[in-house]
């Protein structure tokens, strides 16, 4: 009797989790991104995931952990995106992909504008939370040094000039998603995003 309490107990505890934490973590990702993190509580994460509260804690720790762990999650999504965008065709063809690919994240599958995860939920909190700021600054140099990267590869093959400050260009290939990221945010239609990425290409390629 003993052990067959045991092994009803065993079977339990060696069941898998009723949720999918990747995919719970893209949902309370996807609440961040619509209200923020100030404007996010608990409870509509737990309404977003089907997990209760209790459930949340023990998976992704207290809120801000869950953010932080929301933050690193498209950091890597998008250092991802990026790398494959940027791979192969001409210096115009890859930075138009990227740029296309981005504006793909900026917009959701029903056209809603919602911009960058990082600008419009990141910015405000890191002036006053370093781990917070610390996230935003290495995502920021990994875009540099993706498209510093590929510039490097254009002027090599004669698509830039020998004399081209490649660092710079990736600066300004950076400052462009973000300008994409707040003018979706502002209203700005995809279509009239992507002819301004298509604009910013053209300098960047002259």
């Known amino acids: 009797m003993v052990q067959k309490k045991e092994s009803q107990e065993t079977k339990r505890r060696g069941r898998p989790r009723a949720y999918d934490p990747v995919e719970a973590l893209r949902q309370a990702r996807d609440v961040f991104w619509r ?23 023990a998976a992704f720790g207290d809120k801000h952990a869950l953010y932080l762990a929301a933050l690193r999650g498209y950091w890597e999504y998008k250092s991802a995106l990026m790398r494959k965008a940027l ?11 990227a740029y296309d690919a981005s504006l793909s994240l900026y917009f959701s599958s029903d056209n809603d504008a919602r911009g960058c995860f990082v600008v419009g ?12 700021r610390d996230t935003i600054s290495a995502g920021t140099a990994m875009l540099d040094a993706a498209f510093k990267a590929r510039f490097e590869l254009a002027r090599e093959a004669g698509e830039l000039a020998q004399g081209a400050d490649v660092a710079t260009l990736a600066k300004l290939a950076t400052a462009t998603l973000h300008t994409l990221a707040i003018r979706a945010r502002a209203g700005v239609s995809c279509d009239e995003l992507r002819q301004l990425a298509r604009d910013t290409v053209k300098v960047i390629c002259g």
């Open 87 to 97: 791979e192969g065709g001409t210096l115009e063809q890859a930075l138009l992909r």
């Open 121 to 132: 939920t990141a910015i405000t909190e890191a002036v006053d939370d370093s781990e917070i």
């Open 35 to 57: 209200h923020g993190y100030s404007g996010t509580s608990l409870d509509e994460i737990s309404a977003a995931t089907g997990m209760n509260r209790p459930s949340l804690s």
